[in-house]
């Protein structure tokens, strides 16, 4: 003898409504906020990416302003791209604090020209106080031109209590 079907109530959103992100993808868009909010990044054009836990893309645009005297972009848009890339990627792992950068390790592999750039953060290990997360810059034409690993402590300072985590 067949069974009779299961009758199923769903409700369904309200439209137009959208849920506001919860959990650990909330805490990824908080961290992508903050990102934004640090002032540092109003020099750089960037925006950041926290697609999953341990995992951070950051996308830039460099040009001739940021050149050495040889006409290549100087070291310190390669340690600023690489360090923010694996500090989020590590950040991604934590909820509460903010981590600070300990040390950071460099390895420049190419001049890069002016365009469009791609910092790939990736946590390593740590899951405690000290996290060690690396990350590689990847120039338009899909080459690797840089890459650091850098070791990252949990802080005093709660995630909480800065204005673009918080916004």
């Not at 302003?65 to 390669?78: D, E, K, L, S, W």
């Amino acid at each position: 003898m067949p069974c009779s079907p299961v009758a199923r109530r769903v409700t369904l959103p309200d439209s137009g409504a959208e849920a506001s992100p919860s959990g650990e993808a909330a805490h990824f868009r908080a961290l992508e906020n903050l990102y934004r909010s640090a002032p540092i990044n109003r020099l750089f054009r960037s925006e950041l990416t926290i697609p999953v836990e341990g995992r951070s893309i950051i996308h830039f645009d460099v040009d001739e302003t940021q050149f050495h005297a040889a006409g290549a972009i100087h070291g310190t848009v390669y340690f600023k791209m690489l360090d923010d890339a694996a500090f989020y990627a590590a950040n991604s792992l934590v909820s509460d604090r903010f981590l600070l950068t300990t040390s950071f390790n460099l390895l420049f592999t190419r001049p890069i020209g002016p365009g469009r750039i791609r910092a790939e953060g990736r946590w390593i290990s740590g899951k405690r106080r000290v996290y060690v997360a690396e990350a590689s810059l990847i120039d338009a034409e899909g080459e690797e031109v840089g890459r650091g690993t850098g070791t990252f402590m949990r802080s005093q300072f709660p995630l909480s209590s800065l204005p673009g985590y918080a916004d």
